[in-house]
C-alpha cells in the first residue's frame, strides 16, 4: 500500500472508529524508529508483542529486525487493519497476528505457550479509552512483562503520565516533533 493509499486507509477507519483509532494518520517514520530503538534485537528468544498495530508502522520494523529464535505477536481489533496486517505478515516465520481485544493478551499468550513476554509496544490510544478498560490493561502488561521487561507507547499529550506511574515506577520521556500531532514515547520499566 502506498504512503497515500495508507494515509486514506486510516484516515476512513478514524472517521469510522475514532474512539479506537485515537489518530487521523499513521505514525510517523520519526516516531517509528523512536519506538523500537531501544529494543534488544540481538537477545536470544526476545518475545516481543504490539498492542493495536494498526497499519503496520511500527510492526514492519519490528519484524525486519526480528532474530529466528524469536516470537512476535501482533494484536490488532480493527477488522480491516488485522486483514491487511494478517495477508502481509502472518506466513513470517514466529510472527502471529491477532484480531482481538489486547484486553485478551493473557489468552492470545497462552495460545502460544507464552507466561512472560521482554518488550510490549502500544499504539493504543490510552486516552480516549474507558478508564476502567485502560486500568485493566495497564496491570495485564505489568504482569505479563519480565522482570526487566519494558513497556514502550506513545501518547499526544502527558495527560496520562500518572496513571502510567501508577503500574510503572520508572519512564522515560522522549518529545517527538516530527509526527502529526508530535508525540511523547514513554519507555516503562
Do not use: W
Not at 480491516?80 to 482481538?100: S, W
Not at 502460544?112 to 490510544?125: A, E, L, M, R, T
Not at 502488561?141 to 519480565?146: P, R, S, V
Not at 522515560?172 to 516530527?178: D, V, W
Amino acid at each position: 500500500m502506498t504512503i497515500i493509499k495508507n494515509n486514506i486507509a486510516f484516515f476512513k477507519q478514524f472517521l469510522k472508529h475514532p474512539r479506537n483509532i485515537g489518530a487521523l494518520i499513521p505514525s510517523s517514520t520519526k516516531l517509528s524508529n523512536k519506538m523500537i530503538e531501544n529494543i534488544q534485537f540481538k537477545n536470544k528468544n526476545n518475545s516481543i508483542v504490539e498492542y493495536g498495530a494498526g497499519t503496520g508502522s511500527f510492526t514492519r520494523l519490528i519484524i525486519d529486525k526480528l532474530e529466528p529464535d524469536s516470537i512476535f505477536i501482533c494484536i490488532e481489533s480493527n477488522e480491516t487493519f488485522y486483514e491487511d496486517l494478517f495477508d502481509k505478515y502472518n506466513n513470517d516465520i514466529n510472527v502471529f497476528v491477532f484480531n482481538e481485544s489486547v484486553e485478551n493478551i493473557q489468552e492470545i499468550l497462552e495460545k502460544k505457550g507464552i507466561k512472560k513476554v521482554d518488550y510490549i509496544i502500544s499504539g493504543i490510544p490510552f486516552a480516549s479509552i474507558k478508564k476502567d478498560i485502560a486500568c485493566n490493561i495497564l496491570a495485564e502488561t505489568k504482569e505479563i512483562l519480565k522482570e526487566n521487561g519494558k513497556f514502550i507507547t506513545f501518547q499526544y499529550s502527558l495527560f496520562k503520565l500518572s496513571f502510567f506511574k501508577s503500574e510503572f515506577p520508572v519512564i522515560r520521556k522522549q518529545y517527538i516533533l516530527k509526527n502529526f500531532p508530535p508525540a511523547f514515547v514513554l519507555e516503562c520499566n
